[in-house]
């Protein structure tokens, strides 16, 4: 069952070069549990915030059914709180982000482990019914009014639960958030003006990522993936938009850090050394798929066609 939703706020980051030319601009992320707003799209969520944008990260669920994936967490203290050490860990990632956020309210669905997969449990965010999903994200999004705003594609980023529903549920409250007629209780109706899937997570990136640990000589934690990863051109080819990032990339590994109990510091996410991710693929990939106003791809900029305060970026 959905909580009345509470913002909760951060800071603003520190900037790297003094220019704000996103001032008065609203970007708006919806993610399915605590971490996901770390490990995908975060460090072009610190070049906006850095040059003035507000950034506000819906987060579904409270990751209560996650599994402690850093060997060095697992802890009986921990695994006792573990709902309240999620949200701490959400806390940090947020002041380090210099976002704004809130919990959409809605519990943890779990990885359903086996063959065949045992049944979601009872009350979780993949099982509650669409139309409160949609009408409490519905009501965030009118609240906040984003300019542009981001999810995953319909495959979830990867088939857990709750990154489908956080899919269908942000791709409806994008459609009905600017229709006076859905949800009359829930806000002035406001239309981000852009939709955007994920896509960092792509093969083509893997591979050149891959190929410059092998030039280096240095072993590649994407070996073993991409011999089973089957590739997609025609979904890699999906990408429209590319945001440069690599001088936020130290942000974005601060923000995963401060998950403790998901990101283990000794494993994948940090084997490949930052200052060959920077030269190999400075930026983060995502796909145009609504847009309000006239827009031309490829691009490099979320915000691309709108207009800032100070003219159209």
Same mark, same amino acid.
């Given at each position: 069952m959905s909580q009345h939703p509470q913002p909760s706020s951060a800071p603003p980051a520190s900037h790297h070069d003094g220019s704000r030319p996103y001032e008065g601009l609203r970007l708006m992320h919806v993610h399915a549990h605590p971490d996901d707003e770390s490990s995908k799209g975060a460090a072009s969520t610190a070049r906006y915030?850095?040059?003035?944008a507000q950034v506000h990260v819906v987060t579904c669920t409270g990751g209560e059914r996650g599994s402690i994936l850093n060997p060095k967490m697992e802890r009986p203290d921990?695994?006792?709180?573990?709902?309240?050490?999620?949200?701490?860990?959400?806390?940090?990632?947020?002041?380090?982000?210099?976002?704004?956020?809130?919990?959409?309210?809605?519990?943890d669905s779990g990885w359903p482990d086996g063959d065949p997969k045992p049944?979601?449990?009872?009350?979780?965010?993949?099982?509650?019914?669409?139309?409160?999903?949609v009408e409490a994200l519905v009501r965030i999004i009118r609240q906040v009014r984003p300019h542009v705003?981001?999810?995953?594609?319909?495959?979830?980023? *990867?088939? $857990?639960?709750d990154h489908v529903r956080c899919h269908e549920?942000?791709? @409806? #409250?994008?459609? /009905?958030? %600017?229709?006076?007629?859905?949800?009359?209780?829930?806000?002035?109706?406001?239309?981000?003006?852009?939709?955007? *899937?994920? $896509?960092?997570?792509?093969?083509?990136?893997?591979?050149?990522?891959? @190929? #410059?640990?092998? /030039?280096? %000589?240095?072993?590649?934690?994407?070996?073993?993936?991409?011999?089973?990863?089957?590739?997609?051109?025609?979904?890699?080819?999906?990408?429209?938009?590319k945001v440069e990032c690599g001088a936020y990339f130290g942000v974005r590994d601060q923000a995963l850090l401060a998950h403790a109990t998901q990101i283990d510091p000794d494993g994948?996410?940090?084997?490949?050394?930052?200052?060959?991710?920077?030269?190999v693929w400075p930026t983060e990939d995502y796909e145009l798929v609504v847009?309000?106003?006239?827009?031309?791809?490829?691009?490099?900029?979320?915000?691309?066609?709108?207009e800032a305060p100070g003219g159209t970026l």
């Open positions: 915030v850095d040059q003035g921990i695994l006792a709180n573990i709902t309240e050490v999620r949200r701490q860990e959400m806390e940090r990632a947020r002041d380090i982000l210099g976002i704004t956020q809130h919990w959409l309210g809605f519990v049944p979601l449990p009872e009350g979780c965010f993949a099982l509650a019914p669409m139309e409160e999903s705003l981001t999810t995953y594609d319909e495959r979830g980023g *990867y088939p $857990h639960p549920v942000s791709v @409806a #409250a994008f459609e /009905a958030a %600017g229709d006076a007629g859905r949800f009359p209780d829930a806000g002035e109706p406001w239309q981000p003006l852009k939709l955007y *899937y994920h $896509h960092s997570f792509n093969r083509p990136r893997m591979e050149a990522l891959h @190929a #410059a640990m092998q /030039a280096h %000589g240095l072993e590649s934690p994407w070996e073993e993936r991409l011999k089973t990863w089957k590739p997609e051109p025609e979904w890699d080819a999906r990408i429209t938009t994948h996410w940090f084997a490949i050394p930052r200052e060959l991710q920077v030269e847009s309000h106003i006239a827009s031309t791809t490829p691009e490099d900029d979320l915000f691309a066609g709108i």
